[in-house]
């Protein structure tokens, strides 16, 4: 049978060691440097580790650590809620300043609209004559009617029209008539006061119309197209 001291030399290393922890504890507990209730339950506080002081970046209401920070709650809130609020207004300021100027600067500069819009003065135009202004590259009609052409196109019959218009819907005084001196058939420019209808007359291959600018005989599909323009006052139009 094998003795005890035979055993002991037998042990592994670790448990060679682990005795002799043992044995240094319980010296320590005869001490009285540790509790011998638990020796395997101590445990190491690394007090050695150094925390940073974030004092400088906390609120002066928390850091007193013997005050309730409930007691600044109310204030520390409205703090935040202020500086979101302010935050959000100047964002949307921003955003809303960034959008205006990209969508202002796709629009057409004060010189690009001088130059896409005339000014006729009607005074210049007697009546029962045309005049022909160029404007944006093309030939433009403006006719000063006689009443007996304002009250023969008014009383045309529009079902008998190719495009069917009524002349009111193509003037906004009837004394004025202002139209595009373009053929809608191949883009010829009509005369002005001839053809069979004393209007205008494409001599490029025949179409004739009204003192309305409105199709009535020939090749041409549609009616001369009106633009857009107004009176700013009585003497004056602009167009475009
Ligand atoms: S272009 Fe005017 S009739 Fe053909």
């Not at 590259?137 to 009524?166: M, Y």
């Not at 494409?202 to 323009?229: M, Q, T, W």
Request: hydrophobic share 35%; glycine share 8%.
């Amino acid at each position: 049978m094998m003795s005890v001291s035979a055993r002991a030399g037998a042990l592994s290393p670790y448990l060679q060691a682990t005795k002799q922890t043992v044995k240094s504890l319980r010296s320590l507990a005869a001490k009285g440097l540790v509790s011998s209730a638990a020796p395997g339950g101590i445990r190491m506080a690394h007090t050695d580790i150094r925390i940073p002081d974030f004092t400088d970046y906390r609120r002066s209401e928390v850091t007193d650590p013997n005050q309730s920070s409930k007691e600044s709650s109310e204030a520390r809130k409205s703090f935040s809620y202020l500086v979101t609020g302010a935050t959000t207004v100047l964002g949307v300021y921003a955003a809303k300043t960034v959008v205006t100027q990209f969508v202002s600067s796709m629009s057409a500069s004060a010189d690009v609209l001088a130059l896409s819009q005339i000014e006729i003065k009607l005074g210049d135009i007697p009546e029962g004559k045309n005049m022909t202004f160029k404007w944006r590259g093309k030939p433009l009609f403006v006719r000063h009617r006689t009443e007996k052409e304002i009250a023969t196109e008014a009383g045309v019959n529009i079902a008998e029209l190719r495009d069917p218009q009524h002349d009111k819907d193509r003037v906004i005084n009837p004394s004025w008539v202002i139209v595009l001196g373009v053929c809608t058939h191949l883009g010829c420019v009509p005369i002005a006061n001839a053809g069979d209808y004393g209007g205008y007359y494409c001599p490029c291959h025949g179409s004739h119309y009204d003192a309305s600018g409105r199709i009535r005989k020939g090749p041409a599909p549609l009616n001369l197209e009106v633009p857009f323009y107004e009176f700013p006052d009585e003497g004056t139009v602009i167009v475009g």
